[in-house]
């Protein structure tokens, strides 16, 4: 069974601060990628990354940076948090093994910046 | 520009009877599409899929249809099932192998299903 575990179901962070989410996954995969989901606008794609210290920016990269240092570790860095990065953060990762595989996701974190 | 539309942000549905979820696409290099299920504070999890060289691809309750053509799919759901109420995202991604060389997936912005008892 595939398990991507993100670090913390909830935080609360101050605007300025810099803010790490971390994500596990425990199935070797290669592909890794961070979305936000917001009401309205679905899950957008912020980075993603198809091996170690290999980045790719998705459609809002814009305030954030992610780090891949080990292959089933993808972490999303808020350099600077600002109130419109409050979001529903998801983690997911997929397998380059078969073409266009599905992709599974952790349960979430879910941001506020106050 | 949105590449993945799903055009009804809600539906409700009778218990029993069928739910019809829709989702168009623009890009016509997507080849694989996909939908999942969200929960409220939960991640979304996968439900069934299909590749562009079918036109249908049934799993138990759930069925995929594909018009190429149309560049239109939808989610059949039959029965559905209170538990079935939840938020459907569809999603497209294009094979490495078409030469679009990205594994992404590109999501809808969802339709929220409600099936009263």
Same mark, same amino acid.
């Given at each position: 069974?595939? #398990? ?5 179901? =909830? %935080? ?6 810099? *803010?790490?989410l971390?994500?596990v ?14 009401? +309205?606008? &679905? ?13 790719e ?7 954030y940076?992610?780090?891949?240092? #080990? ?7 808020l ?10 953060? %998801?983690?997911?990762? !997929? !397998?380059?093994? @078969? ?6 996701? +952790?349960? &979430?974190?879910?941001? /506020?910046?106050? | ?15 029993? @009877? ?13 080849? =694989?599409?996909l939908?999942? #299920? #969200?929960?409220?504070?939960? +991640? ?28 239109? %799919? ?5 029965? !559905?099932?209170? &538990?079935?109420?939840? *938020? ?10 078409s ?10 912005k969802? /339709? ?6």
């Open positions: 069974d595939v #398990k991507v575990t993100q670090s913390s179901r =909830y %935080l609360v962070k101050r605007t300025g601060e810099k *803010v790490f971390e994500c996954q425990d199935m070797d995969h290669e592909n890794m990628f961070w979305y936000r989901q917001d009401p +309205g606008l &679905g899950l957008r794609l912020i980075y993603f990354s198809y091996d170690v210290k290999m980045k920016k998705g459609d809002i990269p814009e305030g940076s992610v780090s891949r240092e #080990k292959k089933e570790r993808f972490s999303l860095i350099e600077s948090a600002s109130t419109n990065q409050t979001s529903m953060y %998801l983690c997911a990762s !997929s !397998s380059m093994d @078969r073409l266009n595989t599905e992709a599974f996701f +952790g349960q &979430g974190t879910r941001l /506020t910046v106050v | 520009d949105q590449q993945v539309k799903q055009n009804s942000p809600s539906l409700s549905v009778q218990e029993g @009877r069928i739910s019809i979820l829709n989702c168009d696409y623009t890009n016509s290099m997507f080849d =694989y599409f939908w999942y #299920k #969200k929960y409220p504070a939960e +991640g979304p999890t996968f439900l069934i899929s299909i590749s562009s060289i079918k036109d249908k691809n049934e799993d138990g309750r759930f069925t995929v249809f594909l018009n190429k053509s149309a560049k239109h %799919l939808s989610l059949h759901i039959v029965p !559905s099932q209170p &538990g079935d109420s939840a *938020v459907y995202f569809c999603a497209a991604s294009a094979s490495p192998y030469g679009a060389g990205s594994y992404q997936l590109t999501f809808g969802g /339709t929220k299903l409600s099936v009263i008892p």
